[in-house]
C-alpha cells in the first residue's frame, strides 16, 4: 500500500503487509452488516479475473470510522494467468454529502411543488365549478327571459295584430289608412318573427320539447339553411339511447348544444368555407358516448390560435366539455380546413375531468 491509501485508512504501510484487506478494510456495509468476503468485488478481481469499479460502498479507517469510497479493482495477468489485482480508491464523502444534500434539495422541492400542484388544482376545480354555476344561472335567465317574452312580449304583439285586422276590415273604403294597416300588420308580423328568433337564441323551444338529439339535428339544419353551403350531415343515434333527463341531464345537455353552436358559429364567421360535413352518433350502453364532429374545408387556422389565452370561444367550448368529463379535439392547417370533434359520456357515466383526457388540441 502506498504512503497516501495508508495515510487515508489510518494505517502504517508495514502493518497491513500480509493482513486480509477485505477484513481489514471492507468487512461491512455502512449500516454495520457483514460483508461477506465471497461478495467482495476487489478480491473477485484476483480470484477470478473479474475487474470492477464501485462508487456505492464504504471503506473502514483504523480508528474504525467509515468513508465512502470509490474503488476499483483490476486483475494483473502474467502468461494468462492471475498474479494478483491492482486497487485504487478515493474518499467521496463530500461528494456523497453534496449528493444527498441535492437529493434531499429535490425532495423538498418536489414536496413544495407536489403541494403547490394540489392547491393549484383545487384552486382550478373551484374555478371550474364556479363557471359551471354561472353557465347553469346564465342558461337559467335565459329561460326566464325567453319565458317572459313569450308570454308579455309575443301576447301584446298577437294583440296588436288583432286590432289591427280588426281596423283594416273597417277602413277598407279609405285607402290610405287601409294601406297603412296594411304597412302596420307586417311590421307586426316581422316583430313577431324577430321575437321568435330571440326566444330561440335565448332557449330554443325544440330542446325542451323533443330533447337534445332532435335540437341537434334542427341546428344543423338550420345552419345549412341559412348558409347555403354544401353539407353532408349524418345522425345516427342507437335506438335504446335517450336523450337525458332531470336536472343533471338538463345541464349537460344545454352544455352539448351551446358547444355544437360554437362550433357552426365559427365555421360561418371564419372559415370561408364552401361545404362542411356534420357528424352526430352516439354509441350504445353500459356507458355511451356523445360524439359531435363538424368539418369544413374552410381557410383553415395555425395551431396556435387554437391555444391563444384570448380564443375565448374555444376556451369556454373546452370548459363546458372538461366539466361533464368530455373533451374537444381540434385540428386545423392554413389552407385545409378544420376539424372539430366533441366526445363527451352521457351524465350517467359522466365524471368531470376522469372519463376522458381533456386534451384540448389535436396533434
Known amino acids: 500500500m502506498n504512503r497516501a491509501g495508508a495515510e487515508m485508512l489510518g494505517w502504517n504501510t508495514k ?39 464501485i462508487d456505492s460502498e464504504v471503506l473502514w479507517r483504523a480508528d474504525g470510522s467509515w468513508f465512502y469510497a470509490e474503488y476499483s479493482s483490476y486483475p494483473v495477468f502474467d502468461a494468462g494467468v492471475v498474479q494478483g489485482a491492482v486497487v485504487t480508491f478515493v474518499d467521496i464523502t463530500e461528494r456523497k454529502l453534496a449528493d444527498e444534500l441535492l437529493r434531499e434539495a429535490r425532495d423538498e422541492l418536489e414536496q413544495r411543488v407536489a403541494a403547490r400542484t394540489t392547491e393549484l388544482s383545487s384552486a382550478l376545480d373551484q374555478l371550474r365549478d364556479l363557471s359551471a354555476y354561472l353557465e347553469t344561472v346564465r ?94 350531415l349524418m345522425v345516427d343515434v342507437v335506438q335504446e339511447v335517450e336523450p337525458p333527463t332531470g336536472r343533471e341531464g338538463e345541464r349537460w345537455a344545454i352544455a352539448v348544444f351551446r358547444i355544437f353552436q360554437e362550433m357552426l358559429s365559427n365555421v360561418a364567421r371564419h372559415a370561408q368555407a364552401s361545404s362542411v360535413v356534420i357528424r352526430l352518433y352516439v354509441d350504445g350502453p353500459p356507458e355511451p358516448l356523445l360524439h359531435l364532429e363538424v368539418r369544413d374545408n374552410g381557410v383553415g387556422a395555425a395551431r396556435s390560435a387554437f391555444e391563444d389565452p384570448h380564443s375565448y370561444g374555444v376556451m369556454g367550448m373546452r370548459e363546458r366539455a372538461g366539466h361533464f368529463g368530455g373533451r374537444l379535439l381540434i385540428d ?25 383526457d381533456p386534451e384540448g388540441v389535436a396533434a
Open 139 to 232: 342558461e337559467d335567465e335565459r329561460s326566464r327571459i325567453a319565458r317572459d317574452i313569450h308570454d308579455e312580449l309575443g301576447s301584446l304583439l298577437v294583440a296588436l295584430k288583432m286590432d289591427v285586422n280588426w281596423l283594416e276590415k273597417r277602413v277598407e273604403d279609405r285607402p290610405a289608412l287601409h294601406c297603412k294597416c296594411l304597412a302596420m300588420g307586417r311590421l307586426i308580423d316581422s316583430a313577431v318573427d324577430n321575437v321568435g328568433r330571440i326566444i330561440t337564441d335565448l332557449r330554443p323551444s325544440i330542446l325542451d320539447h323533443q330533447g337534445l338529439w332532435a335540437a341537434l339535428e334542427w341546428q344543423a339544419q338550420e345552419f345549412i339553411d341559412t348558409t347555403e353551403m354544401h353539407a353532408d
Open 332 to 356: 386545423s392547417k392554413p389552407g385545409h380546413g378544420t376539424w372539430a370533434r366533441l366526445t363527451v359520456p352521457l351524465p350517467a357515466k359522466a365524471k368531470a375531468g376522469t372519463a376522458i
Open 15 to 53: 502493518e497491513v503487509l500480509g493482513r486480509n484487506m477485505h477484513a481489514l478494510i471492507h468487512h461491512s456495509h455502512a449500516d454495520g452488516q457483514d460483508y461477506p468476503e465471497a461478495a467482495c468485488p476487489i478480491f473477485n478481481a484476483f480470484r477470478r479475473g473479474l475487474p470492477c469499479r
